[in-house]
């Protein structure tokens, strides 16, 4: 494609890709397209943060003393820095409670009655004996899958036994 330019000593027709035309239209890059398409380089850092990192570094144990002290003089906001902050996130933790070695329908029964109590006590939560509660649903399933395999090779033996002859 060619195209012709509003001066009349560019009259001369010049050869213009896609882009440029598209760039022309729109007055800026197309869809897809950068002006440096190289870019910065990945990883790269802001100047502003890294200069704002090295002024507080100077100064961190300072501020955090002066943080503290506001908290503790009842400063809700510097308490709200603190705990979003500083604080780590609750994690899960482990969950202690006396369960009987499950070996039958009655332990399974056994063991869930342990976790209604302990969750009655207020020594789990209710999440946690959710949680707790689906592990032993889970493990009643195999129990039983195990139980429906042993029986279906007991018929299968009978069967063959019978019909051997």
């Known amino acids: ?39 910065k380089k990945s990883g790269t850092r802001n100047k502003v943060t890294i200069l704002a990192e090295k002024l507080i570094q100077s100064d961190l144990e300072d501020i955090l003393a002066k943080l503290v002290s506001m908290a503790k003089g009842g400063d809700i906001e510097a308490i709200k820095l603190i705990i979003t902050r500083l604080v780590p996130p609750a994690r899960e933790r482990t969950v202690k409670f006396e369960a009987p070695k ?33 592990v032993i649903e889970r493990l009643k ?16 033996g009978y069967v063959k036994e019978k019909f051997a002859k």
């Open 1 to 39: 494609m060619t195209c012709v330019t509003s001066r009349p000593e560019e009259q001369k027709l010049k050869p213009v890709d896609n882009l440029q035309i598209q760039e022309a239209i729109r007055g800026r890059w197309a869809a897809g397209q950068s002006g440096n398409p190289r870019g």
């Open 102 to 134: 499950i070996t039958s329908a009655a332990d399974l029964t056994q063991t869930i009655n342990n976790i209604v109590e302990a969750l009655a006590k207020g020594q789990i939560t209710p999440t946690e004996a959710s949680n707790i509660t689906s």
């Open 141 to 156: 399933n195999l129990r039983e899958n195990e139980e429906f395999r042993e029986r279906l090779d007991e018929v299968e």
